[in-house]
């Protein structure tokens, strides 16, 4: 009993001795236990612990870095709060995504959708090119009067002749580009259903886990 009150005494006189702003302790490179009321130089290169008075651990406190090893950790934890912040990004858009496509029939709507989008407009080019080639059939029949030596066509027929050529280059340009496009809408969504295909896969897994694990969990 004797023992036990002395052990307490000198367990509230170590607590009263101690520094109010701290204690700092570590295990120095030679394996020794250290303690002192600031931070420890012998232990700049390993952990140190701060307690309070009353013994708990208030914060752990790094080795000291140099300029340089400061500079390449900061560099490396922005590397990786760069790749958090990626992570969480594309599993918000894989969120997105699969809202927007819950199944393979709706994706293929949009697909639908998207592809008649640029066949529209390549009717409106196609419908367009119907009409110069109208135009042309007529200045053809105005180049009738000068056959023999078509230098003496008037400049204002020729200039229309002229335009109406280069503005069916044009839209056969402007045709071949949207044939073009409408490559690229496939090209996208192909890349997207097989990503969709994953996920859709991943969503039945957990939901097949749980209807496994349903009727074992009833009996």
């Excluded at 996208?188 to 969709?196: I, M």
């Amino acid at each position: 009993m004797g023992g036990v009150l002395l052990a307490t005494l000198a367990a509230d006189l170590a607590r009263a001795q101690a520094p109010a702003g701290g204690i700092y302790t570590c295990v120095d490179r030679n394996g020794r236990r250290l303690t002192a009321d600031r931070p420890i130089p012998e232990c700049l290169d390993r952990e140190q612990r701060e307690l309070s008075p009353s013994g708990t651990v208030r914060r752990q406190i790094g080795p000291s870095l140099t300029e340089q090893e400061r500079s390449a950790q900061e560099a490396q934890q922005r590397r990786e709060a760069e790749a958090r912040a990626r992570e969480v990004e594309e599993r918000r858009r894989e969120r997105v995504l699969t809202t927007r496509y819950p199944d393979k029939a709706t994706h293929d709507v949009e697909r639908a959708a998207a592809i008649q989008m640029v066949d529209e407009v390549t009717a409106t080019a196609e419908k367009r090119i119907a009409e110069l080639k109208q135009q042309h059939k007529a200045f053809e029949v105005e180049m009738e009067f000068y056959k023999r030596d078509p230098n003496k066509a008037p400049m204002t027929l020729r200039r229309k002749i002229a335009e109406n050529e280069d503005s069916m280059a044009e839209q056969q340009r402007f045709i071949a580009g949207q044939d073009q496009e409408k490559r690229r809408v496939h090209q996208r969504f192909d890349t997207e259903l097989a990503q969709l295909r994953k996920l859709w896969e991943s969503q039945r897994l957990p939901a097949a886990g749980v209807a496994a694990e349903t009727p074992a969990a009833s009996r």
